[in-house]
């Protein structure tokens, strides 16, 4: 059972303690007779509920980041936030979407429900729209035959574990933003899972090639090379987004990192 449906089962509960105590029970007490403990308090919590479940499900969501997939732009232990309704505005629990707003973008980092597990929210970076042909080969992205421009960064040092990555920046649509690629690493894709269209992918020992299919997306994360993403899983579909990632609003070991990230 996810955060979204507990929440929506307390707001029908204490809903209806507020409605029974206002409209019947208040009606049937004597003059400055107390309510009951019970709906007293169940009522009380409405209102509350009822603003932290339509900011949650219709302006922004907190989330926190879990594993390094999205090292350097994420680290583990962020707290970020969602914006919910960029996308389109949806049913919450069901995450039906009944207003379209604007469509991902390449370069956003998009939040989504999991494909394998939709009980899991999982968050990359948007690198091929519906129709694209994204190929992942030798670790040089191309995307409709163009190559990604990518330029030497430096190196990044990993705070936990002190060893160093070699970083480089990279521009996806009008943002650039960093991503880690080990030189050492493999660049076939190990793995892979039997997704749904897995045959608009080709595997081979230099990486991957695939044909995004209408109504879905292929997604990465910024740490390439420690990152399970659309050349492990598969392809995102629509009906999975969650929302877009823009802000950081805290992280327990370092609050230099609170603020705004591409």
Same mark, same amino acid.
């Given at each position: 059972?996810?955060?979204?449906?507990?929440?929506?089962?307390?707001?029908?509960?204490?809903?209806?303690?507020?409605?029974?105590?206002?409209?019947?029970?208040? %009606?049937?007490?004597?003059?400055?007779?107390?309510?009951?403990?019970? !709906?007293?308090?169940?009522?009380?919590?409405?209102?509350?509920?009822?603003?932290?479940?339509?900011?949650?499900?219709?302006?922004?969501?907190?989330?926190?980041?879990?594993?390094?997939?999205?090292?350097?732009?994420?680290?583990?232990?962020?707290?970020?936030?969602?914006?919910?309704?960029?996308? *389109?505005?949806?049913?919450? +629990?069901?995450?039906? %979407?009944?207003?379209?707003?604007?469509?991902?973008?390449? &370069?956003?980092?998009?939040?989504?429900?999991?494909?394998?597990?939709?009980?899991?929210?999982?968050?990359?970076?948007?690198?091929?729209?519906?129709?694209?042909?994204?190929?992942?080969?030798?670790?040089?992205?191309?995307?409709? &035959?163009?190559?990604?421009?990518?330029?030497?960064?430096?190196?990044?040092?990993?705070?936990?574990?002190?060893?160093?990555?070699?970083?480089?920046?990279?521009?996806?649509?009008?943002?650039?933003?960093? !991503?880690?690629?080990?030189?050492?690493?493999?660049?076939?894709?190990?793995?892979?899972? @039997?997704?749904?269209?897995?045959? @608009?992918?080709?595997?081979?020992?230099? *990486? +991957?090639?695939?044909? +995004?299919?209408?109504?879905?997306?292929?997604?990465? &994360?910024?740490?390439?090379?420690?990152?399970?993403?659309?050349?492990?899983?598969?392809?995102?579909?629509?009906?999975?987004?969650?929302?877009?990632?823009?802000?950081?609003?805290? @992280?327990? @070991?370092?609050?230099?990192?609170? *603020?705004?990230?591409?």
């Amino acid at each position: 059972m996810n955060f979204a449906l507990i929440l929506f089962l307390l707001l029908v509960a204490s809903g209806v303690l507020w409605f029974f105590d206002r409209f019947h029970a208040r %009606k049937r007490r004597a003059a400055n007779a107390p309510a009951p403990w019970w !709906v007293e308090y169940g009522a009380s919590f409405f209102p509350v509920i009822l603003v932290v479940f339509g900011l949650r499900s219709f302006i922004v969501e907190p989330f926190k980041i879990p594993s390094g997939s999205m090292i350097p732009t994420l680290l583990v232990g962020d707290f970020i936030l969602v914006n919910k309704w960029t996308y *389109g505005i949806r049913l919450p +629990v069901i995450n039906k %979407k009944i207003i379209d707003v604007n469509l991902p973008q390449r &370069g956003d980092v998009m939040v989504f429900r999991y494909p394998a597990d939709p009980s899991l929210d999982y968050i990359k970076r948007v690198v091929g729209l519906p129709g694209d042909r994204v190929e992942y080969l030798n670790k040089r992205l191309t995307i409709n &035959g163009e190559a990604v421009a990518i330029a030497e960064a430096g190196s990044y040092l990993h705070p936990d574990r002190l060893y160093y990555s070699p970083q480089f920046s990279e521009k996806l649509g009008a943002a650039e933003h960093s !991503v880690l690629i080990e030189r050492d690493a493999p660049a076939f894709v190990p793995q892979v899972m @039997n997704f749904p269209q897995r045959e @608009n992918c080709t595997y081979t020992s230099s *990486g +991957v090639a695939c044909t +995004v299919p209408p109504g879905h997306y292929f997604v990465l &994360g910024d740490n390439r090379d420690a990152s399970a993403d659309s050349r492990v899983w598969g392809f995102v579909p629509e009906e999975n987004i969650v929302g877009k990632a823009f802000f950081i609003w805290f @992280n327990f @070991n370092d609050m230099k990192r609170i *603020g705004g990230f591409h």
